[in-house]
């Protein structure tokens, strides 16, 4: 069964520095998106991303925050100068729709900022 | 604002006996509706999801849940627990409509399961 793959799975760095969390959406999918989960607190929507371009983004997802799908296969997040408050779990997902369809996401990355 | 609430955080079962885990709703039309587990170390795993029709919902791993409007839930269910069902399980909501597929999601419940 197709799946949604992340890497890393855990990255440690030092508050200031830039970070790359990567995602491999399921092949055919058109829908492809961020969610976090700090430590004891809900899963919490980022942002959506569709026909190259955000199509959905949240509070939380700054400046400091970017996506990118690179090329057919991978689908980037950056955060370009670490804080603290960004350690979380980052989780990609990808659909084939929205709304109703579901979406299928990766085993998340561990970041910790120091 | 839209909101999704799971009022048990932590809940205990014991092996073969039923369970049900809660989950309010809060929005102003009615979301598309999910539940999802999630296993140590593993991602997301969609267990089953409403959208219209019949209130009662089948889903994988012997779990259904029930939309009940008046009440503004969709509480999930299984009617015998297996140990292998211990994990954090997640209720989730998309406005649907223009929303390009934002989910909301409660804060969790995670299930223990005792032998």
């Known amino acids: 069964e197709p799946e949604v793959t992340q890497t890393p799975s855990h990255q440690v760095t030092q508050m200031g520095q830039e970070v790359i969390l990567r995602c491999v959406p399921i092949?055919?999918?058109?829908?492809f998106y961020w969610y976090r989960q700090i430590l004891g607190q809900k899963v919490e929507f980022l942002v959506s991303?569709?026909?190259?371009?955000?199509?959905?983004k949240s509070e939380i997802f700054d400046d400091q925050f970017s996506v990118e799908r690179p090329d057919g296969s991978n689908f980037t997040l950056k955060i370009r100068s670490t804080k603290l408050e960004d350690s979380a779990m980052y989780f990609c997902?990808?659909?084939?729709?929205?709304?109703?369809?579901?979406?299928?996401f990766g085993p998340g990355t561990r970041l910790l900022v120091l | 604002a839209q909101s999704v609430t799971q009022p048990d955080i932590h809940i205990t079962v014991s092996e073969g006996a039923s369970l049900e885990l809660r989950c309010n709703y809060s929005?102003?039309?009615?979301?598309?509706l999910f539940w999802y587990v999630q296993s140590p170390g593993q991602g997301l795993q969609l267990l089953l999801k409403y959208f219209s029709g019949d209130t009662l919902v089948q889903g994988i791993k012997g779990f259904e849940a029930e939309f009940k409007r008046s009440q503004s839930s969709f509480n999930l269910r299984k009617p015998s627990v297996h140990w292998s069902d211990a994990a954090e399980y997640f209720c989730?909501?998309?406005?649907?409509?223009?929303?390009?597929?934002?989910?909301?999601f409660g804060q969790g419940t995670i299930l223990t399961v005792h032998p």
């Open positions: 989730a909501a998309n406005a649907g409509g223009t929303s390009y597929g934002k989910l909301t």
């Open positions: 929005y102003g039309a009615t979301p598309y």
């Open positions: 997902a990808s659909s084939d729709g929205r709304g109703q369809e579901t979406q299928y």
């Open positions: 092949s055919n999918h058109l829908y």
């Open positions: 991303f569709y026909n190259n371009e955000i199509s959905e």
